[in-house]
């Protein structure tokens, strides 16, 4: 009986080994959009995805020690992609919390996230419904801040659509467009590493989202118990501060 007993156990000792060795040799795929400073960026020198969320999300990944590679992925793909198992996890740095419950999850947040109206200096006086009335406001096209604009002003405003954060600074400078209604870390990554354009921020900035998280499929509880349990322990270490002053000069959370 004693044999039969320790034969068990090493039989059960070694499927254990396995799983754990299955589960480190696994290569978990992280869907991230396209440049979008600071939160997705490519390193010019070693052509590798960099960016805040990215290194926000490693470190989640690093704390499970659980293998993650990125790739990155146009908005319109992610759920689909993450549906047929060609990714395993979506990072949305920045956005709505859609109704997603039936396919997929999501964790709680990893960082903030709000938006505002920007322009130059001067380009509106005294910020109110009144003063944006036949102002064109440029949006990053499919984004929540196109939906704001396109719900709240356009019935007296000229909203334009641009494909990235970029081309709205841009048009601002060169006097296509009166004001851009983005996301505010973006605006403020451009602006201290930019500091020859002097613009401004009108009116307060307005939440559209939960900022930025984690989304994975609905059959993965112990996965996304894990994750937000590593979310928690990053955000509040001394990596998670590393991180922040990488990008920024205050604090993001």
Not at 17 to 28: G, P
Not at 115 to 125: D, E, H, I
Not at 196 to 217: K, M, Q, T
Request: net charge negative.
């Amino acid at each position: 009986m004693r044999v039969i007993l320790s034969l068990s156990v090493l039989v059960f000792s070694l499927t254990m080994a396995f799983v754990d060795s299955a589960n480190l040799d696994k290569i978990y795929v992280v869907a991230v959009n396209k440049d979008y400073p600071p939160y997705v960026t490519i390193n010019p020198e070693t052509n590798e995805i960099e960016g805040l969320s990215v290194d926000i999300t490693r470190a989640i990944c690093d704390n499970l020690n659980i293998n993650c590679q990125f790739t990155r992925l146009d908005y319109k793909d992610f759920f689909h992609d993450l549906e047929k198992n060609k990714v395993d996890i979506i990072c949305y740095s920045s956005g709505l919390r859609m109704d997603i419950s039936a396919l997929f999850l999501s964790t709680n947040k990893f960082l903030s996230s709000a938006s505002a109206f920007v322009g130059l200096k001067g380009a509106v006086k005294n910020f109110s419904p009144n003063e944006l009335i036949g102002k064109r406001i440029g949006v990053v096209r499919k984004s929540p801040q196109d939906w704001y604009v396109g719900v709240n002003y356009q019935e007296f405003s000229e909203e334009r659509e641009f494909e990235e954060f970029q081309e709205i600074m841009t048009a601002l400078v060169l006097g296509e467009i009166d004001l851009g209604f983005v996301d505010i870390m973006a605006f403020y990554y451009y602006v201290q590493r930019d500091k020859g354009l002097d613009f401004d921020i009108y009116g307060p900035p307005v939440n559209l989202g939960d900022g930025g998280f984690l989304i994975i499929r609905n059959n993965q509880e112990k996965l996304l118990k894990d994750l937000n349990q590593a979310i928690l322990t990053v955000r509040y270490s001394s990596q998670f501060e590393a991180i922040n002053a990488k990008y920024f000069d205050f604090f993001i959370f």
